[in-house]
């Protein structure tokens, strides 16, 4: 079995679920569960609608921006707000 470390979603998703409610639903399983988000245009809603301590990227971004937030969350002594 794989255990996952992090969630990188884009809020906007093909499917029936957006970003928003994966993180929802990976928080539901661990309260803790580093999240990091990404979107071209939804970057505003996050404060509304992202879970707590989750990191949002704005696109563009450089992949060491998304790097530096998977290890910020990840090796965060204190929640990030």
Known sequence: MTKYR???TDINL???MDGWEVAKRA???DPEFPVVYMSGAHAEDWASKGVPNSIMLAKPFA????VTAVSQ???AGTPLT
């Not at 992949?63 to 998304?66: D, E, G, H, S």
Request: proline letters at 6%; a neutral charge.
């Open 73 to 75: 969350l990840l090796n």
């Open 27 to 29: 928080r539901e399983i």
């Open 14 to 16: 093909r499917d029936s």
């Open 6 to 8: 992090a969630l990188v």
């Open 63 to 66: 992949p060491a921006q998304l």
